[in-house]
């Protein structure tokens, strides 16, 4: 008995080191599939304004019954059916806000019918979010925070219906010709965000190359231009791995000094960097003393939220096959101390030392967190 159960840990203990060398030699693979020539409008959307209106109650009814041999048999107005509620729940089926309607209306309960006919009651509107949505009302106080698959907001309740006119029968009243209204759904304005958008989000100066590289290493196709600010909205594209883990990048719009103070195409790209992990800083090595560039993003995510820089980082140095490149290069690797990462996007030159770097950084964050990012 003894000897099995040290025969089961020691082929436990060879298991675990087996995955964890395998692990660690996780390679990046080329997305293998013929990648499409256009460019995608289709943007990642990790925030939403939305309005959520509950279905409203049927009406009561208002009727009498008459039978054969007793005209006046009393009130028989049945209720009105409930409306519906507009609930959030929580799905791994998807990935962005992107089709959450800007108005959600649930559908309003059936009035009441003779008879005693109850109106029928309205199906609850389930709309589906991604899991790690959290949801806050228009002053930016936090109502829920959907963790785990399955887990569900009520966002804005129904309206009961209303009663019929049997229900208010009495002894002094035996005829009331009256009826309840059904009560009104809830109506209000939600603001619906992602606690996290990708695993590593690309920083960088307009015109850097951040879409350039997200194309050479994912399937993702933000348009590339040589003018500052083609990218308006952030893209996600997914780095895949032999063992087939599965990276989110995301190529967020070009920062400029005075970002924190609206400048440029605002503080909204901000709070994208917010919701990574990760950060890839994407310099330009045509430019002289890039570290500056280095630099002025830190401090300008530092002045967005303290310790936003401090995130688990690396420098991507592109553009190594414009002249001069190799000088910047140098003087880049004597000023930084982070991991330094020369590529070309363009040319796909330096892309695997990179993607390998990627992986290790979510290694070891997943084991940090022990659930993943
Ligand atoms: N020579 C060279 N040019 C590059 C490289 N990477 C990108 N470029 C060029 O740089 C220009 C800008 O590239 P983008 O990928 O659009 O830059 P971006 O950082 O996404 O710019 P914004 O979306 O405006 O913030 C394009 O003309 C690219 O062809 C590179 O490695 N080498
Ligand atoms: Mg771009």
Same mark, same amino acid.
């Given at each position: 008995?003894?000897?099995?159960?040290?025969?089961?840990? +020691?082929?436990?203990?060879? =298991?675990?080191?087996?995955?964890? +060398?395998?692990?660690?030699?996780?390679?990046?693979?080329?997305?293998?599939?013929?990648?499409?020539?256009?460019?995608? !409008?289709?943007? *990642?959307?990790?925030?939403?304004?939305?309005?959520?209106?509950?279905?409203?109650?049927?009406?009561? @009814?208002?009727?009498? !019954?008459?039978?054969?041999?007793?005209?006046?048999?009393?009130?028989?107005?049945?209720?009105?059916?409930?409306?519906?509620?507009?609930?959030?729940?929580?799905?791994?089926?998807?990935?962005?806000?992107?089709?959450?309607?800007?108005?959600?209306?649930?559908?309003?309960?059936?009035?009441?019918?003779?008879?005693? @006919?109850?109106?029928?009651?309205?199906?609850?509107?389930?709309?589906?979010?991604?899991?790690?949505?959290?949801?806050?009302?228009?002053?930016?106080?936090?109502?829920?925070?959907?963790?785990?698959?399955?887990?569900? *907001?009520?966002?804005?309740?129904?309206?009961? #219906?209303?009663?019929?006119?049997?229900? *208010?029968?009495?002894?002094?009243?035996?005829?009331?010709?009256?009826?309840?209204?059904?009560?009104?759904?809830?109506?209000?304005?939600?603001?619906?965000?992602?606690?996290?958008?990708?695993?590593?989000?690309?920083? #960088? /100066?307009?015109?850097?190359?951040?879409?350039? =590289?997200?194309?050479?290493?994912?399937?993702?196709?933000?348009?590339?231009?040589?003018?500052?600010? !083609?990218?308006?909205?952030?893209?996600?594209?997914?780095?895949?791995?032999?063992?087939?883990?599965?990276?989110?990048?995301?190529?967020?719009?070009?920062?400029?000094?005075?970002?924190?103070?609206?400048?440029?195409?605002?503080?909204? /790209?901000?709070?994208?960097?917010?919701?990574?992990?990760?950060? =890839?800083?994407?310099?330009? =090595?045509?430019?002289?003393?890039?570290? +500056?560039?280095?630099?002025?993003?830190? *401090?300008?995510?530092?002045?967005?939220?303290?310790?936003?820089?401090?995130?688990? @980082?690396?420098?991507?140095?592109?553009?190594?096959?414009?002249?001069?490149?190799?000088?910047?290069?140098?003087?880049?690797?004597?000023?930084? +101390?982070?991991?330094?990462?020369?590529?070309?996007?363009?040319?796909?030159?330096?892309?695997?030392?990179?993607?390998?770097?990627?992986?290790?950084?979510?290694?070891?964050?997943?084991?940090?967190?022990?659930?993943?990012?």
């Amino acid at each position: 008995m003894k000897r099995s159960l040290l025969q089961l840990s +020691t082929a436990l203990r060879q =298991l675990v080191q087996l995955s964890q +060398t395998r692990r660690l030699a996780a390679k990046p693979l080329n997305p293998n599939k013929v990648k499409g020539k256009e460019s995608q !409008t289709k943007h *990642f959307v990790d925030f939403r304004k939305v309005e959520v209106i509950g279905g409203d109650g049927g009406h009561g @009814c208002v009727a009498f !019954t008459s039978l054969p041999r007793k005209e006046w048999a009393g009130p028989d107005g049945g209720d009105g059916g409930n409306g519906g509620h507009v609930v959030f729940k929580a799905s791994t089926n998807r990935k962005s806000l992107a089709d959450l309607d800007p108005v959600i209306r649930a559908e309003g309960g059936v009035k009441g019918h003779a008879r005693h @006919c109850h109106g029928k009651n309205a199906e609850h509107l389930m709309v589906e979010v991604p899991v790690g949505t959290v949801v806050k009302d228009e002053d930016g106080k936090i109502l829920s925070s959907l963790e785990a698959s399955g887990e569900y *907001f009520v966002a804005a309740r129904g309206g009961a #219906g209303g009663h019929g006119n049997n229900v *208010f029968l009495s002894n002094e009243n035996r005829a009331p010709a009256y009826a309840e209204s059904g009560a009104q759904g809830q109506r209000r304005v939600l603001l619906v965000e992602l606690k996290t958008m990708a695993h590593a989000g690309l920083i #960088g /100066f307009p015109n850097a190359g951040k879409s350039t =590289l997200l194309r050479a290493i994912s399937r993702a196709r933000p348009k590339v231009a040589s003018y500052p600010f !083609t990218t308006l909205n952030p893209h996600v594209g997914m780095v895949m791995y032999d063992d087939f883990e599965q990276i989110a990048v995301a190529d967020i719009p070009g920062l400029i000094s005075g970002a924190h103070l609206n400048r440029g195409l605002g503080i909204s /790209f901000l709070r994208h960097i917010q919701r990574c992990t990760c950060l =890839l800083y994407v310099l330009d =090595l045509s430019v002289d003393e890039p570290w +500056t560039q280095l630099h002025d993003l830190q *401090f300008e995510l530092d002045k967005y939220e303290e310790g936003l820089s401090r995130r688990p @980082c690396a420098v991507v140095a592109n553009k190594v096959d414009l002249p001069g490149a190799n000088k910047n290069l140098q003087a880049l690797q004597d000023q930084v +101390t982070l991991p330094i990462f020369p590529v070309s996007a363009r040319e796909r030159v330096g892309i695997k030392p990179l993607l390998i770097h990627l992986r290790e950084l979510y290694d070891t964050y997943a084991e940090k967190k022990g659930t993943g990012w």
